[in-house]
């Protein structure tokens, strides 16, 4: 493989949307810091991508899609995609897929490179500042999916009612030491859950233990389990599905039962979370209805249709299962005792 953008960014010490701007959008960049970048990939041997002709003229269907995910091998992020592919499939529209693995570099790299060849993109939990993701997008039409942003259209799945619906059935169930498992620190979802869990609790006279940031895996929830169970948390909260399925794999190593000992809600309701043991109880994320509605916003733009920015808020809501259950009467009063 030879030199990329990136190597020429580092080189050129420059931001990698500058090094981008200094191939396709040059009057963006000043002479003296333009010089310098192509000067540098003529050194490392970088040649730069000849800028496509788009495939869709105004007014017509069809064009190139580029969809941008952290992780398609969580199943939230495979059903965004499958139904922008099967969107795009039914509206004559070519779809690009790029995995960043969770890397906010591989992001860039990826953004700057599809600029330049689709027509439009889809960037979707993005781990990079919305303000860089549109700099990397220049003129590009973009939608942007659970990261917020002035000028652009963004979707945004808005956890307040799902989060309200599971702190409501928790309360009701006992529970008043309440442990959540955080995911990314670069992730616009762990904020904003956050921030609405740490409200409820308050409102609702609860102790919320906040557990550092872990891997959005399987993994990561295993290996908060230990940190779950010493908390003294009669149920927790989890970034995601596959924390949550982490975590009850890790509490049954520790000879913790769910839901017996411990209540586990996961966050997105996918596939799994039904067949599971125990079936997980979880906050259903219609991640599906913003693909569909990304690529409604993105082939509007790519047919030349005019509109001012949408800012898209989904609702979300608790789909209980057999992994959440009642305190036990012992743990209840001393809960209570001890408040």
Known sequence: MGPTLTDVAKRANVALSTASRA?????????????KIREVAQEVGYVPAVPRVTSAAPGTAGGTI????????????????????????????????????????????????????????AVCSSRLDSDE?????????????????RGADCILA?????????????TALGHRRIAYVQGSARSWSNAHRVAIVRELAEAHGLDLELLDWQTETVAGG??????????????????????????ITGAAALGVRVPEDLSVVGIDDIPFAAVSQPALTS?????????????????????????????????????????????????????????
Not at 158 to 170: H, K, N, V
């Open 222 to 247: 295993t290996a908060a389990a230990a940190r779950v169970v010493a908390s003294g948390a009669t149920a927790v909260i989890a970034h995601n599905d596959l924390v949550a399925l982490g975590v």
């Open 158 to 170: 808005d956890a307040t009612e799902g989060l309200r619906q599971t702190i409501d059935y928790l």
């Open 133 to 149: 993701v549109l700099a990397l997008c220049g003129r590009v039409p973009v939608v942007l999916v659970n990261r917020e942003a």
């Open 23 to 35: 191939f396709s959008d040059p009057d963006r960049v000043g002479p003296d810091t333009l010089r």
């Open 283 to 339: 906050m259903h994320v219609p991640m599906a209805k913003a693909g569909s509605l990304a690529l409604e916003l993105l082939g509007r733009a790519v047919s030349g249709e005019r509109q001012a920015p949408r800012l898209v808020r989904l609702a979300t809501h608790l789909v209980v299962r057999a992994s959440t259950g009642p305190v036990r009467a012992g743990e209840l009063t001393h809960s209570r005792g001890t408040a």
């Open 66 to 121: 580029a969809v941008v995910v952290p992780d398609i091998a969580n199943p939230v992020f495979a059903a965004f995609v499958k139904v922008v592919q099967g969107q795009g499939w039914h509206g004559r529209q070519t779809v690009v897929l790029a995995d960043s693995d969770f890397d906010p570099d591989r992001e860039r790299e990826a953004i700057a490179h599809l600029r330049g060849r689709v027509d439009a993109i």
